[in-house]
Nanobody, 125 residues
Framework: QVQLVESGGGLVQAGGSLRLSCAAS????????MGWFRQAPGKEREFVAA????????YYADYVKGRFTLSRDNAKNTVYLQMNSLKPEDTAVYYC??????????????????WGQGTQVTVSS
């Protein structure tokens, strides 16, 4: 069982930066691949980024590639999503998720086993 708690969301102007954190409970955190998804009002949940169990491999959606960086610190049971050059279209609730298949980098939300409650990111123009 893994419990996930996101933090770091907020209001930022276009071009600004935010760093989201996802703190996990449970001794098996280091065996999970982790992902971030987002959902804007009236839209479906969409993939943002994923990282494998060790942090050696990452996978990004095209619309955030080059702007967002996903990393993890297994000693702190935490993953970080650094978001730079934010755009108004990045506005959404951001969710972190854990995938028990630690080696796999999935962009499919239904393949993740555990979810956090989400944190709101609002980018003003």
């Amino acid at each position: 069982q893994v419990q996930l708690v996101e933090s770091g969301g907020g209001l930022v102007q276009a071009g600004g930066s935010l760093r989201l954190s996802c703190a996990a409970s449970g001794r098996t955190f280091s065996t999970y691949a982790m992902g971030w998804f987002r959902q804007a009002p009236g839209k479906e949940r969409e993939f943002v980024a994923a990282i494998n169990w060790s942090g050696a491999n990452t996978y990004y959606a095209d619309y955030v590639k080059g702007r967002f960086t996903l990393s993890r610190d297994n000693a702190k049971n935490t993953v970080y999503l650094q978001m730079n050059s934010l755009k108004p279209e990045d506005t959404a609730v951001y969710y972190c998720a854990a995938d028990g298949r630690g080696l796999t980098l999935s962009g499919l939300w239904h393949e993740y086993d555990y979810w956090g409650q989400g944190t709101q990111v609002t980018v003003s123009s």
